[in-house]
């Protein structure tokens, strides 16, 4: 009986003791941490996130790059979208006043960077403690198209994306090159048959599905979840560029073929007109640049640009198109301004707006806006004598970006459907007679404008 007692008053007090335990951590955990600060609870709120596979990925990769002088710049679309929202606030924060990941814990796969890569001076040290850290890392290559044009060069390969993967999460770092209209272009990501599909979901990254051509963007360095970056400093432009920086490479092993075929006019009057044309061309892009007004190479010096990577000496003027939408009332003087008097003006701003300016040597700039249609777009003519009106029909087109006279303009990216359109399946043989009227395969009849608008819709000068 003494026996059972002494087990009973042992287990009761087992029993108390671990009540009483349990009701000292229930008290410590939501009591007096919530009134000093000082529990588990409030411990990990007061860095909130940071304990993320994609901060801690981040963290490591600034580290590694930092460690190299590397001038990597933040340009994943996802984490710049919540800067720019948060903008004066990520300006204003310092590195000790972060108690939150904001940004760098969004959930997401990658995390984007890019370089330019001529300022990286030691790759293989930089991969070497990259993986040191961690990283498994994979380099893509392919060829390097600003060499296509010499047959000695072409074929030789260059970096142009690096996928760097710490366990659940991965870096993307985009390398942009130097082109010569002083911007950055970028290649497309295509995987060679040796790389692992299943390396990393590819299908999600922002960029390499296609060639991206950017502005080149002024950087400063801020401070985000504790991690000092540099980021682009008009975080809004380079977002908006994205969507709109696929590039379209020159066709130099067709061009060549061409030139081949039917030699190319180095004639002193036909290399005077190019040299004229170009100049004339750079100083619309300009001008139209400082207008906000977007532009495409049309007509013939579209034509020559698809066809032979180079202006057409006989076509004798340079041929641009502009969305209707996108017309400025001060278009004309922004031109005069720039030393190019206004030829001729056709039509009006609701219908067949067409502009002529005369550059010097004799070379006209001539400006086609584009109507938009439920299928199909058009841009207009008018003959002046008569009054009589033509309409140019056109697939639905978008642009792209290219290389042509030293500089990143607009192309239409569906080109061979715009080129045929205005000059039919046979645009490769050379057609030194040209009616505007007559022989353009999308050409029809629109009507002819009443004798009362003439003044308005036929001004010569």
Same mark, same amino acid.
């Given at each position: 009986?003494?026996?059972? +007692? /002494? ?22 955990? #939501?009591?007096? *941490? ?11 709120? !007061?860095?909130?996130? &940071?304990? +993320? ?15 190299? !002088? ?8 996802? $984490? ?16 000790? *006043? ?18 330019? %890569? ?24 392919? /060829? ?7 047959? +000695? ?7 142009? #994306?690096?996928? @760097? ?6 870096? #993307? ?104 044309? /170009? ?18 190479? *049309?007509?013939?010096? @579209? ?5 032979? @990577?180079?202006?057409?000496?006989? +076509? ?10 996108? %017309? ?15 030829? #001729?003006?056709?039509? /009006? ?29 058009? !841009? ?19 642009? @792209?970006?290219?290389? &042509? ?23 490769? $043989? ?21 004798? *009362?608008?003439?003044?308005?819709? $036929?001004?010569?000068?």
């Amino acid at each position: 009986m003494s026996r059972i +007692s /002494k087990n009973v008053i042992l287990a009761v007090l087992t029993l108390t003791s671990s009540a009483f335990l349990l009701f000292q951590l229930y008290y410590y955990k #939501h009591y007096l *941490s919530a009134k000093n600060g000082t529990g588990l609870s409030k411990s990990k709120g !007061n860095r909130v996130g &940071f304990d +993320s596979m994609q901060w801690r990925a981040v963290k490591k990769f600034i580290m590694v790059t930092s460690s190299q !002088n590397v001038p990597v710049f933040l340009t994943d679309p996802l $984490i710049l979208g919540l800067v720019s929202k948060n903008f004066e606030q990520v300006k204003n924060t310092s590195h000790v *006043s972060t108690s939150e990941c904001q940004f760098f814990c969004v959930p997401r796969d990658f995390t984007a960077f890019a370089l330019q %890569y001529h300022l990286w001076k030691n790759e293989e040290g930089w991969f070497r403690i990259a993986e040191n850290m961690g990283f498994q890392c994979l380099k893509i290559e392919n /060829k390097d198209p600003r060499l296509d044009g010499i047959d +000695s060069l072409s074929g030789t390969e260059i970096p142009l #994306h690096y996928i @760097c993967k710490l366990a659940t999460h991965a870096i #993307h770092l985009v390398v942009f090159h130097e082109r010569s209209g002083n911007y950055l272009w970028h290649g497309r990501l295509r995987l060679k048959g040796h790389i692992d599909r299943k390396f990393v979901p590819f299908r999600k990254l922002q960029f390499g599905r296609y060639p991206g051509a950017f502005d080149r963007p002024e950087l400063q360095q801020v401070t985000i979840d504790g991690l000092e970056v540099l980021i682009p400093k008009d975080p809004g432009h380079f977002l908006e560029e994205i969507p709109h920086s696929r590039f379209i490479e020159c066709r130099y092993k067709e061009a060549r073929a061409f030139l081949q075929q039917y030699l190319d006019d180095n004639t002193v009057e036909a290399m005077a007109f190019r040299k004229s044309a /170009k100049e004339l061309l750079q100083l619309a892009a300009k001008t139209l640049k400082k207008l906000g007004i977007r532009f495409w190479l *049309s007509s013939g010096t @579209c034509l020559g640009w698809y066809r032979q @990577c180079s202006i057409i000496p006989y +076509s004798k003027d340079v041929d641009l198109g502009i969305f209707i939408q996108d %017309y400025k009332s001060d278009i004309i003087l922004a031109f005069q301004d720039a030393g190019l008097p206004l030829k #001729h003006k056709f039509g /009006k701003v609701e219908d067949s707006l067409e502009l002529s300016f005369q550059g010097k040597d004799d070379v006209k700039l001539d400006i086609f806006f584009f109507y938009e249609e439920t299928d199909h777009m058009w !841009n207009g003519g008018t003959q002046a004598k008569t009054g009589k009106k033509f309409k140019y029909l056109f697939p639905k087109f978008t642009l @792209c970006w290219t290389e &042509f006279a030293d500089m990143k303009v607009h192309v239409p990216c569906e080109t061979i459907e715009y080129i045929e359109a205005n000059y039919g399946k046979t645009w490769k $043989i050379p057609v030194k007679t040209w009616d505007w009227k007559s022989s353009p395969p999308n050409v029809q009849p629109n009507g002819i404008w009443p004798i *009362s608008e003439w003044d308005e819709v $036929i001004q010569l000068y």
